[in-house]
């Protein structure tokens, strides 16, 4: 009989056992890798927690951003499919423009929050001047607790997130825009040339009446940005542009769509803002809601190539919702 390959069966395909136990070929020192080759990283600094090497929860990474953070790791790296899981407690401030700078070099990943309800991580922003540029393709955020502002002091945050590269996601979210007519955003997502395929689908949103802002979303020049289940409740400063906006420059293929929407701005008249004369897609099904009785302009579209279908409206008066529009002859 010959010798054996030292390469052991393990029930594994293509994996070689050690002790027993499966070891990918080709891992990261310190990092688990998918099978596939996407990294997985864990990433949490609540009380308790000793700073390690990201490989498992007991022994995560501190920082998200920076030098030595999460986002470091999978530098030139693409196409993987890496994951960053934050643990339950972890919270990080946005406190620079560009804060996580590191993104750009690093594209197909998602970071995602671990828990539920109030212990799952969050990201403050804290500073006028903060911002996240999701600039690089497939970058997805989902779980996460976003306060786009301090709630505390007196900061209005411009624009707590840009986003130029096609394929990113903000999902599964609890989102706070405003605390007071002294903490609030400016626009919370812009979503702008280069944005193509945007996701934004199964987020709460909320912000005080009195934290008004420009819009929540703004969409300019992106095909196929879909905005979905989600609920938006937050102001606008001027009462005819809605929570969600179109403005500039076309858009195509847009879904708006299953979305409970409420303007809660005083004297607000829309929730959704298309008007463009060439933007294209689909809205339908919303539930809308502003401040303003016998206002029939939850919804703005001037563009004929928007179709509208089953979308609802309300008034201040909390009456029963009414379909909007007038049905085709």
């Not at 955020?141 to 996601?169: H, K, M």
Request: charged share 10%; aromatic share 6%.
């Amino acid at each position: 009989m010959g010798l054996r390959s030292s390469k052991t069966i393990t029930g594994f395909p293509g994996i070689v056992a050690s002790y027993g136990q499966p070891n990918p070929s080709g891992v990261a020192a310190g990092i688990a890798r998918y099978w596939g080759g996407g990294e997985v990283i864990y990433v949490g600094n609540r009380s308790g927690l000793k700073a390690g090497d990201g490989s498992t929860p007991n022994n995560p990474m501190s920082s998200l951003v920076g030098a030595g953070g999460a986002l470091a790791a999978l530098q030139g790296t693409t196409g993987r499919g890496h994951v960053i899981f934050l643990l339950p407690g972890s919270s990080y401030s946005v406190d620079a423009a560009d804060w996580a700078s590191l993104t750009a070099a690093a594209s197909d990943f998602a970071i995602v929050g671990l828990g539920t309800g109030s212990a799952r991580a969050s990201l403050t922003w804290t500073t006028a001047t903060s911002t996240w540029l999701l600039d690089t393709a497939n970058v997805a955020i989902d779980g996460v607790r976003l306060n786009l502002e301090p709630t505390t002091g007196t900061v209005n945050v411009a624009a707590p997130f840009t986003v130029s590269a096609a394929g990113c996601a903000i999902r599964n979210c609890r989102i706070k825009t405003g605390t007071d007519a002294n903490n609030k955003v400016t626009i919370g997502i812009t979503v702008t040339t280069g944005g193509d395929e945007f996701v934004f689908e199964d987020n709460h949103v909320t912000g005080a009446a009195l934290a008004t802002m420009t819009t929540f979303i703004r969409l300019t020049n992106v095909d196929a940005p879909a905005i979905r289940r989600n609920r938006i409740r937050c102001g606008t400063t001027a009462a005819a542009v809605g929570v969600i906006q179109e403005l500039t420059t076309v858009c195509t293929n847009i879904d708006i769509s299953n979305n409970i929407l409420h303007n809660n701005a005083a004297s607000s008249t829309a929730c959704i803002t298309a008007a463009l004369a060439s933007t294209t897609g689909d809205i339908y099904g919303n539930y809308c809601r502003n401040m303003t009785d016998g206002s029939n302009a939850q919804i703005v579209v001037t563009s004929g190539d928007v179709e509208l279908f089953q979308n609802y409206g309300v008034n201040n008066s909390n009456e029963t919702g009414i379909l909007l529009g007038t049905p085709s002859v």
